[in-house]
């Protein structure tokens, strides 16, 4: 049964702040009468678009950090698995309080003393820390583990498995549910100058920075239900499935995940669409106005093809994220789904189907209180290359 609260404590953290705490306390009071919380403070964050954490006081001076995921009009009933993935060898946080029942999805954990890798990445290219070593090496070995949990939980699983698969809330649910509708369906998309029918934008072809791309947004949205549908046999592995950079903490001992919404068995790729994308080519999406500000973007439409010209590019450590991911867990697990059989052709466009739901359907493009027009313009034009572009 969903809860309402926790979908508008998560939009009202960022303009009332306070409201958002009031409704907040009164919420966990009612979720954990024994805990005897007296307050709560909200860390309203750019890596937040559909979540918030922060921290608890108890009445005997303890302080816990929480975190929740909220997801509106979810198909998925349970959410959160940390057992099984500490049981795998993850180096998962494990909460000390949870309530996963959906609408009620909420974990509390010891106090962590330790920036998220999403705080570190953004430092580092702020000139704010100097330890792009450390990370570097952090997040190779993150990496060269993952691969071997993935070795390890490799196996096949039938299409009813398959289908019950939380991280499919992610991908396909969003895509052929009501998120998809309710942003663009029938609406007008607002461009830099005038505005374009969704329906109409779908049907354009499209010129990225002198590149020609072969298939139309509408082609590859229809391609996406198909290759993402649930219900149907696959690989599968075990995943936190969620695991962007504000999911994963940078500490003494290494990187450790915590948040695992969406953990459990589910496709490899699937796994990997969304560190891949957020972490390497959504800047633009958590930091808006401030990419907007350095953006250089120029576009036209001849009614048949947009041409857009952007000079948007990932920065070093950026860069580092997706050369670890890609030389240290994407290639090996490709190759080895490859020699068991799997079909290239079908391997792509699965992932090329996630990478494009991430840039689509985590936040409304549209929207325009949130993105510029130039940045809702990037998005797509993002959508559309990580669509078409090979997996290489």
């Not at 993850?90 to 959906?102: Q, R």
């Not at 947004?217 to 696959?234: D, N, S, V």
């Not at 808006?288 to 009614?303: K, N, T």
């Amino acid at each position: 049964m969903n809860d309402l609260r926790l979908q508008r404590i998560q939009s009202l953290q960022f303009t009332d702040k306070a409201a958002a705490e009031r409704l907040l306390l009164s919420f966990v009071r009612e979720l954990f009468p024994r805990l005897a919380v007296i307050s709560v403070e909200l860390r309203p964050q750019a890596v937040s678009l559909n979540s918030f954490n922060g921290y608890l006081t108890l009445a005997d001076g303890r302080r816990l950090f929480f975190k929740t995921h909220v997801e509106p009009n979810s198909v998925i009933g349970e959410y959160y698995n940390a057992q099984a993935l500490a049981e795998v060898g993850y180096p998962v946080i494990a909460p000390l309080y949870a309530s996963t029942e959906y609408g009620k999805q909420f974990l509390i954990y010891d106090l962590i003393n330790a920036p998220s890798v999403f705080e570190v990445a953004y430092a580092l290219e702020h000139g704010e820390r100097r330890d792009l070593g450390a990370l570097t090496a952090a997040q190779q070995a993150a990496d060269s583990q993952l691969l071997e949990i993935y070795r390890a939980t490799l196996r096949p699983i039938t299409a009813p498995e398959n289908a019950e698969a939380p991280i499919h809330q992610l991908f396909y649910h969003r895509l052929a549910g009501k998120r998809y509708a309710d942003f663009y369906c029938h609406k007008p998309f607002e461009l830099p100058q005038g505005c374009l029918e969704w329906e109409e934008l779908l049907k354009r072809r499209w010129i990225i920075n002198g590149k020609a791309y072969p298939h139309t947004l509408g082609a590859l949205i229809e391609r996406a239900k198909r290759a993402l549908e649930p219900e149907q046999p696959a690989w599968s592995i075990v995943g936190h499935g969620d695991a962007h950079n504000g999911n994963v903490f940078f500490t003494a001992a290494g990187l450790q995940y915590f948040d695992p919404a969406f953990g459990g068995r589910h496709h490899p790729l699937l796994d990997l669409a969304k560190p891949l994308f957020h972490n390497v080519s959504a800047t633009w999406m958590y930091h808006p106005r401030e990419v907007a500000a350095q953006l250089h973007l120029s576009y036209s439409d001849d009614g048949e093809t947009i041409r857009v010209q952007h000079n948007y590019a990932p920065s070093p450590v950026r860069q580092m994220f997706r050369q670890s991911k890609v030389e240290r867990v994407l290639r090996p697990i490709w190759s080895e789904l490859v020699r068991r059989g799997e079909s290239p052709e079908l391997l792509t466009g699965l992932f090329q189907s996630a990478l494009l739901c991430c840039p689509l359907l985590t936040l409304n493009l549209a929207d325009r209180e949130r993105f510029p027009a130039e940045i809702g313009l990037l998005g797509l034009a993002l959508c559309v290359a990580v669509g078409c572009e090979p997996i290489s």
